[in-house]
């Protein structure tokens, strides 16, 4: 069973066991049995806040993708606007694609890793990726100093952020490993076209036309 699927039925059950215990508690309350009834309905609202709860991660997690294998990612082309900015196009494996503008001599792309242990692994939860941001940079520290950074963002932030929660190493998440991010960068050039995929270790980047391989032969 997917991770998705085991969210939605645990919030489906989590929803229906508190609707049936605050009815059962606002019985014994008519019946005159204030304590039974007032405990049962305080586990039924305390049940419902956690499939809440589950509900709000749930829809956080749904910004991710899963992976298991090196898998393809993106693809990025950049097209020279004048010396040091570029007009960039990051086409999504899913087809989603953003347009955008970097200054700078090379680009980065980050990405966030939600991972699993323990119970979670059992279950068959499989590792999820978010890319982040994509940002320019400069090979000159003078440039990077002096000069005004260019990046943008890719990634919503809906719902409750487990991996946020995780990074702060929350002591009631033992099932999440969401100690780390990945970035790749390779240089900027006219026409050039980058393969970016996605493995175990990391985001990895490669020249995908006879422009990006100039671009990173002059780079090295």
């Known amino acids: 069973m997917s991770m998705a699927l085991w969210l939605d039925a645990g919030v489906a059950f989590g929803a229906i066991a508190a609707l049936l215990l605050i009815a059962r508690g606002a019985y014994q309350v008519r019946r005159r049995r ?27 997690l749904l910004t991710y993708a899963r992976f298991t294998y090196e898998k393809p990612v993106a693809t990025i082309r950049f097209r020279a606007l004048a010396p040091q900015r570029y007009a960039v196009t990051l086409v999504r494996q899913d087809g989603g694609t953003v347009h955008a503008t970097l200054t700078g001599d090379e680009w980065e792309l980050d990405a966030r890793f939600i991972k699993w242990k323990g119970i979670a692994t059992v279950l068959g939860f499989a590792p999820l990726y978010r890319l ?8 000159s520290l003078h440039d990077t100093l002096t000069r005004p950074p260019s990046a943008i963002g890719l990634a919503r932030e809906p719902g409750l952020s487990l991996w946020l929660l995780a990074h ?29 995929s996605l493995s175990n270790t ?13 671009a990173v032969h002059g780079w090295e």
């Open 34 to 60: 204030m304590v039974r009834g007032s405990a049962i309905g305080l586990v039924g609202l305390l049940i419902g806040c956690l499939a809440a709860i589950a509900l709000l991660v749930g829809v956080n």
């Open 132 to 139: 982040e941001r994509l940002s320019g940079r400069y090979t």
């Open 168 to 196: 702060r190493e929350a002591p009631w998440l033992p099932f999440v490993d969401a100690s780390y991010g990945t970035a790749t960068y390779l240089p900027m050039g006219d026409g050039a076209t980058y393969a970016i």
């Open 202 to 214: 990391g985001l990895l980047a490669r020249p995908a036309n006879a422009a990006a391989e100039r």
